[in-house]
């Protein structure tokens, strides 16, 4: 469907008789000019890959029969790999049926126990992809237990930071607010019953979790919930 919606062309990896007879499998036409496939054996496949990147040949790396840790390794890799200098961060996107707008989740895959420096970054690189999906002012709500700072709770310190470090222009392109609970992030009427005012409140188009545990957590409740 991407294809015939011309949103995307593909560059397929891996070894050209394989790619030939999965192709066939599932009935795609591998003569289609959105369709180009690079003969690579199992080994080289990230490689090629992430290099087609790097070189302005394609754009995005996608994951196909391979392991994560095969994949950021090219990624990391020194010499043509993808690192920026910033933190890497994952950024899951979801489509969920009772909600007006699309939510980022971060970080759920990547980052153990974030710091507050490590968080600001983990914004900016979700404010980054919001941004290249065309929402230009972010909404990110710094999640918490409780909307209340207490300082024996780092998370709630830590939302308290950012969201000053938004106010004073440090983190740009967004609107941050936190500490937050889920439910004041995601929910207009929990927000009100809270007596929380902020533009972010039940409005949160990004969810930044405070270590891996809550954001994975989340990231599974979504899929099967």
């Known amino acids: 469907k991407d294809i015939e919606n011309n949103l995307c062309r593909f560059l397929l990896v891996g ?37 087609a990147v790097k070189t302005g040949r394609a754009q995005v790396v996608m994951k196909g029969n391979l392991s994560t840790k095969e994949i950021l390794q090219s ?23 009772n909600q007006d707008r699309l939510i980022f989740l971060t970080d759920s895959a990547m980052n153990i126990a974030p710091s507050l420096e490590e968080k600001a970054q983990i914004i900016e690189n979700t404010v980054s992809v919001a941004r ?19 300082p024996s709770m780092t998370a709630t310190m830590d939302g308290a930071l950012l969201t000053q470090m938004a106010n004073r222009g440090q983190l740009k392109n967004c609107q941050v607010d936190g500490p937050l609970a889920f439910d004041n992030a995601v929910s207009i009427e929990a927000a009100e019953q809270k007596g929380i005012t902020s533009p972010v409140a039940g409005k949160a188009d990004v969810l930044l979790a405070p270590a891996i545990e809550t954001a994975n957590a989340l990231y599974k409740s979504f899929m099967y919930f």
């Open 15 to 51: 070894e050209q008789k394989e790619v030939e007879k999965l192709a066939g499998e599932v009935g795609l036409s591998l003569n289609h000019p959105s369709i180009e496939v690079l003969d690579s054996n199992q080994e080289e496949a990230a490689a090629v890959a992430v290099k």
């Open 75 to 97: 990624v990391l890799q020194k010499d043509y790999g993808l690192r920026t200098g910033n933190v890497l961060s994952h950024v899951a996107l979801f489509e969920i049926p």
């Open 132 to 150: 290249s999906l065309g929402i230009e002012q972010p909404k990110v709500a710094v999640l918490a237990a409780v909307e209340v700072v207490n």
